[in-house]
């Protein structure tokens, strides 16, 4: 999550930090969770509404698509569960989030990064055969490790990476496009790069191995800089350069900091700062600063294996490398603060490079796992092998080790309950496969908005007899045994829907309907009205739509086929329209020219001024999208009895919340849905073919 204030301080002198270069023809160390809402966020996509997966799931295919043509191979590594020690911090930045939500409108939207975002930035990567692994908890540590144990450049946008001894590429600093490089016969994408190296050299005298104490005195994801209040205020730097020189007092602060770190080593520097603190806080303060350090200086090769390295190899690239783990020297260094006639040079003589290395102890090759090993034991080998390949979230490993997860905020409207309590019966069972058959499966804690926009810890009950007594569920390492038959049982009494009726729709679309089916039933009925479904009905119209208009139909087309030729060829075909049709029988019968002219209709829905907006609306499919995330997430685990969700292709907020605002002056809904497609006859037959279909869902 980064150094307050050091990304922009870096950026605003970049021509003397880091250097311009043509990026191609290497592998590229990416963080996942990080680009993944970079992504989101410089494309400008819409937050009011839920997420627009659609324009989002582009843009992430375009921009790793460029990477490509340019030969740059990424190796993408995704955070896993949460640690402990960061959870004071993540529940802050929740409730800062939940404070920005409230009051977030089209003319005035805060970046609340949607909730599937991370699920389809991971499907996208795994489809187009890129790399991608998840570490057991933060990936910071592993990214910076990697890089550097491969010699690759790391892509991110955390001020963390700047601390980190590697080529650091800020994504703020990827210039858009790519171009044709200077030999002719290839593409380059220019960008800048930092290193420690080329940083240090602005400030003559600092060692690479202060870095980690800057960041913990500037504050971060564990640390409050507050503590060192003090501190800053007793130290100053030359007249000649003055706070005006920089754009905020901030900045002023680093560079003060910078300067000073010039004229001490690490221990020493930490020795004056532990004497600007309150004695009963200083060894805690200490065991803190240790932990921040070695998490920058110490490296791990625990995610080379799931990158394909064999032990050998793995062997082979870590043995010339050596890692120095930190330890502060107490007594030596508290001894030499309190002799305070020592001569300036004589002192600076003591803490010479030479002897400052001494302090380092349990120096070693390389830190070969800093996992809980625990933890590790106790999960099966297929689902670790499974989870380290990004296949399941992070907050898995939140449930397997702390019996936690916490919410991501949403849009919603904070009159009603949050949108998490329309999960809780998939997330029970989530909970009970992950757990059954421990002692920790009985109760879950989640953390989520309370009343208005106040966080709260609520437990679960996991252990509720009425609930399971219809779900014969196995342990974790015997789920993988389980036959798809069963699996599927588990998945449709989970969500309390019918298999047949599911297998009415293609088989890409199972999975969406059966979430569907569990949304009508477990949303108070305001939020599952007609011209609710009728929206969503509208999105999956829209969705085929660009398929034919793309590839001509919207299945595999035989060229023999009469209906085919006819779609090819675009020639009118007369449809007759049939309540009855089933789904795949309307599908089949799509013309592409149908599909040309509405295209207009869409377009005019696409571009709608949101005016009045109404958080309400945007609530009722924040239900969707929760019911969405974790019925994805359990049938994953299950293995997929139902063929995986493309989200981007079904869920548009933006484009739901206006087919909603569009169709709801109409109470004959059927009649505007048949004046949209007049001209569209094969479209408005597979419009009434699904909508018959769903007309069991409408409670209202």
Sequence with gaps: MGIPGLASYIKQRSETFSKRIELHDTKLVIDGYCIACELYVSNK?????????GEYAYYVSEFLDELLKCKITPLVIYDGGLESKKLKTILKRSKEKL????????????????????????????????????????????????????HYPVLSNDSDFFIFDVKYIPYSSLENGIFINSSGNGYVKYCRVFTNDNFIKNFHGMNKTSLPLAAALLGNDYIDSNLFEHFFSSISISDVFKESDLKNKLHYRIEMLFRWLQHHSLDYALTIILDKLDIEKRESIVEMIEMIINGYLVLSSEMLKPLGYTSEEINELTESLECKYYKFDRAKCLELSEKKEFDCEILSTLLSDDITNTLFINECSIIKSNVNTQVNESIPSWFLKEYNAAKFPGYFMDMLHQQLIVCSVQMENYQYPACIVISLNIIRVIFRLLSNGTNNSKMLQYIARGKGANIKTYELDCNDDNFFRNLKLPTLDK????????????????LDVSDEFIMKFPPTWRLYVAIITYWSKKADNIFVTKWHVYSLVLMMIYHVVKKVIQFGSYFNINPGDVIIKNIINENKVQVQLLVDMPVKNALEKLQKADCI?????????????????????????????????????????????????????FFSGTMIYNFYKDLRPYNHLNERIKIIFANSPSILQLFISISTTFQTLVTK
């Design 479 to 494: 789920l993988i045994e389980l036959s798809k038959l069963d699996r599927k049982k588990i998945f449709i009494s989970t």
């Design 99 to 150: 404070l920005l939500a409230s009051y977030s409108t089209p003319t005035n939207e805060q970046k609340i990064i949607p909730l599937l975002i991370f699920d389809i930035f991971r499907y996208i990567v795994q489809r187009k055969n890129i790399t991608i692994v998840q570490s057991l908890f933060e990936a910071d540590n592993h990214i910076g490790s990697i890089a550097r144990i491969l």
């Design 45 to 53: 996509c819409n937050y009011c509404f839920g997420g627009d997966y």
């Design 597 to 649: 002219k509405t295209q207009e209709f869409f377009t005019s829905i696409k571009n709608k001024n949101q005016e009045n907006f109404n958080i309400t609306i945007v609530h009722a499919f924040s239900l969707l999208q929760n019911s969405l995330k974790y019925g994805i997430h359990l049938n994953t685990l299950l293995g997929y009895p139902y063929p995986n969700l493309d989200i981007a292709e």
